[in-house]
Each structure stands twice: as C-alpha cells, then as structure tokens.
C-alpha cells in the first residue's frame, strides 16, 4: 500500500461530516483484501437521534460526486442510505486483550489555498471540492488505519484490534452514534490518534492533557415580521433576540474551578433592510477543561438565549448539535506508547503528554472504555503542521505518516512480548 498516494486521494476527496461517502467506499475497498470481520450500516452507527443530520438531497450530491470520481456505486450508496461508520474486527492468533483504535473520516467546511506554497496545491492533490478541505489531518488518519490493518494482516499479535472508522468527529456528533450501535462494546483498551497538534514532525506524545469537553448548541429565534417604519410596534424582532444573545454569551463570567471557553460561530437571519426581522439563526459552543463545568456553563448559555428571547417577545428553539467531555489518560497506556515509540526506534522523539487545547468526540469513547474497566489515551503524532488547524494552509509532514503506523503495530505486537514473558 502506498501510504504517501493513499492519503493524497484522501485529500483530494473531502467529504463533511455524516457525507463521508467516498471516504468510506475507499476504507472498506481495502478492508475487503484484509482478514477482517467488517459492519457498517446499523451495526456500526445508528442514524436516529442524530441531530442536524444531512438531507437526502446532500447525501446523493456527494453520493454523485463519488461515483463520479470512481468509487463502487453499491457501496456508495448504502452508505449513503445507511450512514458512513465502518468497524472492523481483526482477530490475532493468541488470546489477548480486545484494542479499539479510532480513525476519525470527516472533512471541514474550509476553502483550501490554491497557492505554490501550499504543498498539496504544489503536488496536484489540493481539495476538488471547493469550500470543502482536510484541515485537521483526517485524511492522514484514514490513510493510517487502513496501513496499520494490512501491517497486522498477518494475526501474529494477541487479542483483538478494533478498527474504527468514524465519522463526523468535527462538530462532536460521530462517536455518539458509534456509541449508539455498540461500538466498543467488549473493549479493554483504546487509543485515539492524531497527527499535529502543534507538535514538531514525527515527534509522538503517548497521551494528552487539556481536552476540553464541549457541547454544541443551534438556537433559532421565531418572531413576527412587519413593516421597519411604518409599524416597527407590530413587529418581534428575532434578530435583534439574536444579536443580544450573542452578546450575552460572550459576557459569561470565567470559571475559577477549570479553564473555559464560549464562542458564537454563526450568525443568519433573513428577511429585507426595512422588515423587521422575524427568524434569526446562531449557533454557538461552551467548551471546559472540566466535565461538570462544561454543563454547568451549557445551561448558562442556555439561559442566556431564553432571556434574550423573553426580553424582545420571540420564541427561541435550542437543540445541542453535539458535543465530547473531558479526558484522563491512562498511565499503564501511556507506559506502553512509550515503549512502543522506543521499540520503534523513536524513544528521543517520545513524550509523555501534549497539552491539546481542543476538543474531540474521542473522549467519549474513552469514557465508555473507562467506564467498563478498560484503559484509554489519546496520542498524537507531530505533523510539522505550516498553518494551524482549521486554516487554509494546514497540511502534515508526511514523514509521520509511517511513524504513527509503526508506533501503532509496536503497540499491538508490544503485548505479546510482555505477556510472553510472563
């Protein structure tokens, strides 16, 4: 498997979360040449429930788009029908502890440089979905998990490694309805990984501090429409609702118990210069280092949005689009990443921890792992990152692409040395 080639198709291909059609017609592709025991559909994510999923109109644009650039038809459309979530099972030859391993899918509603200096412009493999692009390393991540299954293809490790193909990490909404199906029913370990984060190319840190947890919260504003100047008295304006809560969220008080951030990222409204305006649309999150005070400061914004709505007379609808929680890592994982990156010939480029700074829907199901008695950690592999995530420069060194598959297999063979010996 070319791993440099299959990461730049990847690239070229971005797909938004819940639209990974492609993506995942590419993974199970590959899936289908290994020893692996695949679901998708229900048994891998259960679609129900899912808030602000996708309409029918846009699964098929991105469904077409897909069969256009030569994916299966078939399994692009029972994607399509019946989400983009892939697990995969690969049973080692020995008894040993059941991995689940997350490779998260999506893409970002970002509009990619197309600039000389952007290494995938340069090369041929920047997005071909204008507003659309892999600002987060995920399609490194795909290209990860598929390499690392065709590595372990040979079942010569102990135990079980869960593959999990995820999608809709951004926004906090995938691992949910990954959660909802059973994903990591029967796990004893899991693993997280990602490629950036600030850290220095091929340099791996074993684990993370500083996730926050997060929800995601979409208001919308219902008013009454009238005339601006002729009967400004009849009217309820939404958006001015709106333009007071976003004010209001931005004026929370900081939390002394834990780190916390809130941020409104959108703001519509519709209407003409001289209607009062009757609907106005925001969407907004909290984020907090701290479980408990991230709902805490979800039910403050919540309050914020019912008073800005009471005080013009319109009505306000709140739906949470999302979210993830907070993450404690494992040492007895953290030990084993190390001796992993160590056995892999990177034990001067091995950290401990990295401060995150961010959140992911991972957590949740390290938390589900955690709850059940199993171990979990988070580990990142440094991508030399030129431009900050989320930003229209971002791009990885692919030099840690390998690194994060060799640490991986390390990981999984590691065990059986250990339990050899023991």
């Avoid at 730049?8 to 639209?19: I, K, L, S």
């Avoid at 993974?27 to 808030?51: D, F, I, K, Q, S």
């Avoid at 399609?139 to 102990?158: K, N, Q, T, Y």
């Amino acid at each position: 498997m070319d791993l440099v080639a299959l990461r730049r198709d990847v690239h070229a291909h971005p797909e938004p979360a819940f639209c990974e059609v492609r993506t995942a017609a590419t993974v199970l592709a590959h899936l289908r040449e290994l020893p692996v025991e695949v679901r998708t559909g229900v048994a891998a994510m259960r679609r129900e429930g899912v808030p602000a999923y996708p309409d029918e109109a846009t699964l098929q644009d991105f469904a077409d788009r897909a069969v256009a650039s030569g994916a299966d038809a078939a399994d692009v459309r029972r994607f399509a029908t019946e989400g983009t979530a892939i697990v995969a099972d690969l049973a080692g030859r020995r008894p040993g502890p059941v991995w689940a391993l997350r490779f998260d899918m999506d893409a970002l509603p970002v509009t990619e440089a197309d600039d000389p200096a952007h290494a995938p412009a340069a090369n041929g493999f920047r997005s071909r979905y204008e507003g659309l692009m892999h600002a987060c390393g995920h399609d490194g991540h795909v290209a990860i998990g598929l390499a690392l299954a065709r590595r372990l293809a040979d079942r010569d490790f102990p135990g079980t490694v869960r593959f999990l193909f995820q999608p809709a990490e951004e926004g906090g909404r995938g691992a949910r309805a990954m959660l909802a199906a059973d994903a990591v029913a029967g796990v004893d370990r899991f693993l997280a990984v990602h490629l950036g984060l600030d850290l220095p190319a091929t340099t791996v840190a074993a684990g993370i501090t500083g996730i926050f947890a997060t929800t995601k919260m979409r208001a919308r504003f219902t008013g009454v429409a009238s005339h601006a100047a002729a009967a400004p008295e009849d009217g309820r304006n939404a958006l001015l609702a709106a333009a007071t809560a976003v004010l209001g969220i931005h004026g929370l008080p900081r939390f002394s118990a834990a780190d916390t951030r809130v941020n409104v990222g959108t703001l519509h409204a519709g209407g003409n210069v001289n209607i009062v305006p009757a609907v106005a649309e925001l969407t907004c999150e909290a984020r907090s280092k701290d479980g408990a005070v991230n709902a805490d400061l979800t039910e403050r914004i919540k309050q914020v949005l019912c008073g800005a709505a009471q005080a013009q007379g319109v009505a306000v609808e709140i739906e949470e689009t999302g979210g993830s929680t907070s993450l404690n890592c494992d040492d007895e994982l953290l030990d084993a990443v190390l001796a992993a990156a160590a056995a892999s010939g990177l034990g001067e480029r091995a950290v401990r921890t990295h401060e995150m700074g961010g959140s992911d829907d991972a957590s949740l199901f390290a938390e589900a792992v955690q709850r059940a008695g199993g171990l979990a950690t988070y580990t990142v592999v440094g991508g030399g990152n030129p431009a900050p995530h989320h930003n229209p420069y971002f791009d990885v060194d692919e030099a840690a692409l390998p690194v994060a598959v060799d640490v991986l297999e390390a990981l999984v063979r590691q065990i059986t040395r250990t339990d050899d010996n023991t």
